[in-house]
């Protein structure tokens, strides 16, 4: 006689019953298998509970503001230390200034119109002020933006 499909059979003790805890003092009655008082004994406890403390999601804050993802941000020199750092004047690009420590490396320079110039320099950023621009020209200089 052939093996058929319908002859297969689980091997013995393979397939056991659900175990039904909490039903009466025999096997698993009384408390369960959850041991003895505390939390886990007594009922499920949701995932984000921190035993009766504010919860992170409340303690944080709601609609608080806003980040500009596309915001640009501009390391600023000032005319006057420009005159400080040429005083001999001639031209200034970005990485003269690196060089001269006045801005960080890698990043967007803006000229700001604070203080006096009496140098000519050629002044070449990716920003400048309306009074920038007057002070570094009226100077005898010019500029140019990246």
Known sequence: M???????????????????????????????????????????????????????????????????PFREDYQVVNVERIGALFPEGGTVDVDALVTAGAVRKGQLVKVLGEGDLAVVVQVTAHKFSGSARTKIESAGGSVTEL
């Open 2 to 68: 052939a093996l058929k499909l319908h002859h297969l059979r689980p091997a013995p003790g393979a397939k056991t019953a659900k175990t039904r805890v909490g039903r009466g003092e025999a096997s698993k009655g009384k408390t369960a298998g959850r041991g003895t008082k505390g939390t886990k004994a007594r009922y499920q406890v949701p995932a984000g509970f921190e035993g009766g403390q504010i919860p992170i999601h409340m303690r944080l804050p709601k609609l608080k503001g806003f980040k500009n």
